[in-house]
C-alpha cells in the first residue's frame, strides 16, 4: 500500500505535462526517468552528444530490451504451456518476437510518432520500429524494474494486439523450413547475397538467392541480410508446395549426382 502510495505521489508532478503525458498514453504509466524514454526513441541517425561526450541514441536500449523481451515472452509461455516442451516454446516466442511482428506493435502503439530520426521516409527501413519498441522496453526495464515491463508487454502487447492461438498457427521462419526440408530429403540448401546496394534515403539493401540441390529457385529483397534470406525462403517454400514435379525433380538430381560420386569412388 505504501510502495503504491509512493509511485502516485511521484507521478503527480508530471500529470498533463509533455513529454510525460504522451508517454502516460503509450505505457499506461508516468516515467520516472524521462530522459530513458526520449533515448528510447532515438534514432542513431539523429544522435546527440552527452555532456561526457558520448553519441546517445536508442542502440544500447535495444539490445537491452531485445534480450528483457526474449526473457518476458520466455516467463510467460512457460507458464502458459506447461506441458510444451523447449522445441514448441523456442519456436512460439520466435514468432512472437520476429521482426515483423514488433514493427506492426510499435506502429499500433503509436511509437512511428515519436521516433526522432533523419531518416525522411521511414517506411523504407522497416526495423526502425521495431527496434524502437524493444529500446522502449530496455527503458521500461531500466526506469520502472522486471514486474513493469512484463505488465506491460502482457497486457499492452500481447493481450492487446497478439493473438497466441493464431500465431501458433502461422509461419514466419520461412528460412528454418526449408533448410529442416532439405535436410530431411539430403538435398543441399544454399543461401547466398547475389547484390548489395544503398537506397535513396542511405539504407543498405541486400538481395539474395536461394539454391536447393544446386537450382535457384528462390530471390528476395530486403533491408538485411536476414530479412533478403527470408523473402528468398519464402519464395522457394511457395514453388515447392505448388509443385510436386520440382520437388522431385530436385530430389532425383541430387540422387543422380551421389550415384555418379559414388561410381567415380569405385572405379
Not at 65 to 81: M, Q, S, T, W
Request: proline residues 1%; glycine residues 6%; hydrophobic residues 35%.
Amino acid at each position: 500500500m505504501l510502495r503504491r502510495l509512493v509511485k502516485r505521489i511521484k507521478a503527480i508532478p508530471h500529470r498533463g505535462k509533455e513529454p510525460y503525458l504522451t508517454f502516460y498514453n503509450v505505457l499506461g504509466f508516468y516515467p520516472d526517468r524521462i530522459d530513458l524514454y526520449r533515448e528510447a526513441m532515438t534514432h542513431r541517425s539523429s544522435s546527440v552528444r552527452s555532456k561526457k561526450g558520448k553519441w546517445v541514441n536508442n542502440e544500447r536500449l535495444e539490445f537491452l530490451g531485445d534480450a528483457i523481451l526474449d526473457a518476458i515472452v520466455a516467463d510467460i509461455l512457460y507458464k502458459k504451456f506447461e506441458n510444451k516442451k523447449e522445441g514448441f516454446l523456442t519456436s512460439t516466442r520466435s514468432r512472437i518476437v520476429q521482426r515483423e511482428t514488433l514493427n506492426k506493435l510499435a506502429i499500433n502503439l503509436g511509437l512511428d510518432k515519436l521516433i526522432v530520426s533523419a531518416t525522411r521516409n521511414l517506411a523504407h527501413n522497416t526495423n526502425i520500429y521495431g527496434d524502437a519498441l524493444e529500446a522502449l522496453i530496455g527503458a521500461i526495464y531500466l526506469d520502472q524494474g522486471y514486474r513493469v515491463a512484463k505488465k506491460f508487454v502482457f497486457e499492452t502487447m500481447i493481450k492487446q494486439h497478439i493473438n497466441i492461438e493464431k500465431v501458433l498457427k502461422s509461419e514466419v521462419d520461412f528460412k528454418s523450413r526449408l533448410i529442416e526440408w532439405g535436410q530431411k530429403n539430403r538435398v543441399d540448401v544454399i543461401f547466398e547475397v547475389t547484390d548489395s546496394s544503398y537506397d535513396s534515403q542511405n539504407n543498405p539493401v541486400f538481395v539474395s538467392c536461394v539454391k536447393v540441390g544446386n537450382v535457384e529457385i528462390g530471390s528476395g529483397k530486403g533491408y538485411s541480410k536476414k530479412e533478403s534470406h527470408q523473402k528468398a525462403a519464402k519464395m522457394a517454400i511457395k514453388k515447392l508446395r505448388e509443385s510436386n514435379d520440382l520437388q522431385d525433380v530436385l530430389i532425383e538430381s541430387i540422387k543422380s549426382e551421389t550415384e555418379l560420386e559414388d561410381n567415380d569412388m569405385e572405379s
